[in-house]
């Protein structure tokens, strides 16, 4: 397999990881519930009944078989994990730092294309201003006047722009070469289990197994 189709492997076998514990942290799915009716000690001549009221979850996965696939899956995760460092390792550029570094390129080029699109501004706020004066008879009267809201960008926007630019350039350029790397690299990794479909089903599948 591709290293591509080796992430979404590992991303999968994580998941189901996280789906069994998820599973197993809920008491009523590893719990049995039974209520005893004790009728023979209030009357005389009726019989006593056990009732089952558990609560379990519809897939209703036996527990210990559960464990066990967990177990299954975990090494699984972990052969899987070192193939994956191993066709890494024969890359002749370092994917993780790649995409590291054009996440936060990616990230930053947002807050760069705002900047590029702000301009300066002025708003004429009509009779907003309030102001005081003392009048002939010596009272102080109040007067309203215009004020300009005028708001001006500190920043030349052409090099805002500029660097826009080349900051979607390089991103692109990587990405492209990300992209070709996970599906021109291959990964020493044949999968034990299929991993396609809801993580209950795949689990069904493997319980039967």
Not at 135 to 140: E, F, P
Request: hydrophobic residues 40%.
């Amino acid at each position: 397999m591709n290293l591509k189709e080796a992430f979404q492997a590992q991303n999968k076998i994580i998941e189901l990881l996280d789906y069994i514990s998820g599973y197993l942290s809920v008491e009523d799915n590893v719990m049995t519930v039974t209520e005893k009716h004790l009728r023979s000690k209030a009357l005389a001549g009726q019989q006593d009944d056990s009732v089952d009221v558990s609560c379990k979850s519809e897939e209703m996965f036996e527990v210990g078989k559960l464990i066990d696939i967990w177990q299954q899956l975990m090494n699984e995760k972990e052969q899987l994990g070192l193939a994956i460092g191993k066709a890494k390792a024969g890359m002749s550029f370092n994917l993780d730092a790649a995409v590291d570094a054009n996440k936060s390129r990616r990230a930053f080029l947002m807050t760069m294309q705002r900047l590029a699109n702000r301009k300066s501004s002025h708003e004429l706020q009509k009779g907003e201003g309030r102001g005081y004066v003392f009048n002939n008879d010596g009272n102080q009267t109040t007067y309203f006047y215009d004020i300009d809201r005028i708001k001006t960008i500190d920043y030349d926007r052409n090099k805002v722009r500029a660097m826009v630019k080349e900051l979607t350039r390089v991103s692109d350029e990587v990405s492209i070469k990300i992209d070709e790397a996970l599906l021109h690299t291959q990964v020493d990794y044949e999968p034990k289990f299929v991993l396609a479909g809801e993580e209950s089903f795949i689990i069904e599948e493997l319980m039967e197994k």
